[in-house]
């Protein structure tokens, strides 16, 4: 296995107080907690590093990073990815990457059954644009939100692609990075992804290590400030498998 450095990546859904409208509370961080994480970061000297160099890095090429590295991800492109985290995330410094289900503008996660009247409805184009144009890197979380595990290679096919292609036309630029739903996905689902073109995948805990299963750390609404330096820590040893 190559060797490629300690870069945590953290993954993150909505910043927002929770609400009966979320069919998973947990995936609520309320923005005081996710601005009290962002200084802690800050504290312990991480900055955030730029996605084209973090790939750089981990495909084992000279990579310009800062001394104490590190990625924020944001799954499912949940509206406050855009009105609550980007401007805590200025204050610090640190951009982010958000991956967008590309079937989901302006909807709510219909995935989860959640109510088309909740308060967090997923991004529009036109926000999503103004993310790139703070610098966030925009990847691909599939076209409906399906467990790439349980999908047959036509289906792993068309979601890989066709999610590509709906977010390229959004945003008039290369989508070369993706997120498995729920973190799922198998050997056939990594080729999937390769064969459409992209650079880089990310998983969750189960990670293998390599380009196509980059394992991340979901920091819940369950987090607790010393259960989030705890899993910070765990990011770090886990990408070097
Ligand atoms: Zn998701």
């Known amino acids: 296995m190559s060797r490629y450095p300690k870069i945590p990546v953290l993954v993150y859904h909505k910043i927002a107080e929770p609400s009966d409208y979320d069919a998973n ?33 981990r495909l084992g ?30 204050k610090s410094g ?3 990457v958000l991956f967008m289900v590309s079937s989901g503008f302006g909807r709510n996660a219909f995935w989860d059954g959640e109510d088309a009247n909740s308060p967090n409805r997923l991004l529009k184009p036109d926000e999503l ?20 595990a349980q999908l047959d290679a036509p289906a792993l096919a068309e979601e890989a692609a066709k999610s ?23 050997p056939a689902a990594k080729r999937a992804l390769a064969e459409a073109g992209y650079k880089i995948g990310f998983a969750t805990e189960d990670g293998d290590g390599e380009i196509f299963a980059v394992p991340r750390r979901i920091i ?8 989030f330096a705890l899993r910070l820590r765990q990011a770090g040893k886990k990408s070097i498998l």
């Open 94 to 96: 640190f951009s982010a």
């Open 25 to 57: 509370p947990n995936t609520c961080v309320t923005p005081s907690n996710f601005e009290n994480q962002m200084k802690l970061l800050t504290l312990l000297g991480y900055r955030t590093a730029d996605p084209a160099e973090y790939l750089k890095a």
């Open 164 to 186: 590509r292609t709906e977010l390229e036309l959004a945003l008039g630029s290369e989508v070369s990075w993706f997120a498995y739903p729920y973190g799922a996905y198998t």
């Open 220 to 227: 819940s609404g369950k987090s607790g400030f010393f259960n």
């Open 129 to 148: 644009k103004a993310l790139k144009d703070e610098g966030w890197c925009i990847g691909s979380h599939g076209v409906r939100h399906k467990n790439f």
């Open 61 to 90: 090429l000279p990579a310009r990073l800062p001394e104490k590295p590190f990625l924020i991800t944001f799954d499912d492109a949940f509206e406050s990815a855009f009105t609550r985290a980007l401007p805590i995330l200025k």
